[in-house]
């Protein structure tokens, strides 16, 4: 966890890395009996993968060869309105700041541990007799039925459980990394898998990255048809072609005087 200034206010805040999450299969009730979309995230080595999920994976490679397919994990999220395809990439942008997120992970394993600390008891007083029955769960039941009821606190193993936590909030969201900054805490220890699920749209890196590529080709043609000149070379041009028109007029003028001189000398000639 880290902590960001908001104005002027404080908030604790959890930094997860949240994908690209790759999708892997896309699930149907006539098929599958239920609807869901399968999600990869993550890279090991492909010596590591066992075979049937390398077989798994090459459809993978068959809608989208861009994407590495030596995955480390595999999660199931249901949807009922699934508009994705095999080979799709999902990443932070498809969330937004101020968006309300549901966290599911493990939690973390405490070990075996007593009732104290696993429930809360209160304990005994450390005063009058009780000699090593501080910490002790006292009665189990009634001597009457002469077993214990089943969902007694006792002692036993604590955390290492599925815990979801709602109606956590995206205070940013950084794009370029992958990353998201959630308020609160989130279950389980660091590097830990979290599974984040939120109500709205679903949106694909790939549909982003084709609009992106539609604009700057517009913006490429606009710029082939239209050339922006400096104003200095429009200055510069303009009084160049000024000084050439200057010269051609200077030049016809000078074959004037010189038609004039020779026909001049052509009646003096004759007058002689």
Sequence with gaps: MTQIWQEDRVVAVTKVQAGPCV??????????????VQLGYGTKKNKNIRKPQQGHYKKIKENNAKVNVDLAFLREFRDKNIEVKTGDIIDVSTFAVGDKISATGISKGR??????KKYGFHGHNSSHGTKD?????????????A?????QRMPGRMGADRITVRNLEIIKVDEANNVLLIKGALPGAKNGLILISAVGQLKIKEEKAKVEE???????????????VPVEQEVKKESAEKKEEESKEGE?????????????????????
């Design 23 to 36: 999708v892997v299969q896309v699930k149907h009730n006539e098929k599958d009996g239920y609807q869901a």
């Design 111 to 116: 070990g075996f541990q007593g009732v104290v």
């Design 133 to 145: 029955q501080v910490r002790m769960p006292g009665s189990a039941g009634a001597t009457g039925p």
């Design 147 to 151: 077993h214990v009821f089943k969902g």
């Design 214 to 228: 539609v604009k700057e080709e517009k913006i490429e043609a606009v710029k082939e048809d239209t050339v922006e």
């Design 252 to 272: 016809k003028e000078g074959n004037k005087n010189e038609v004039e001189e020779k026909s001049l000398t052509k009646e003096e000639k004759s007058e002689k």
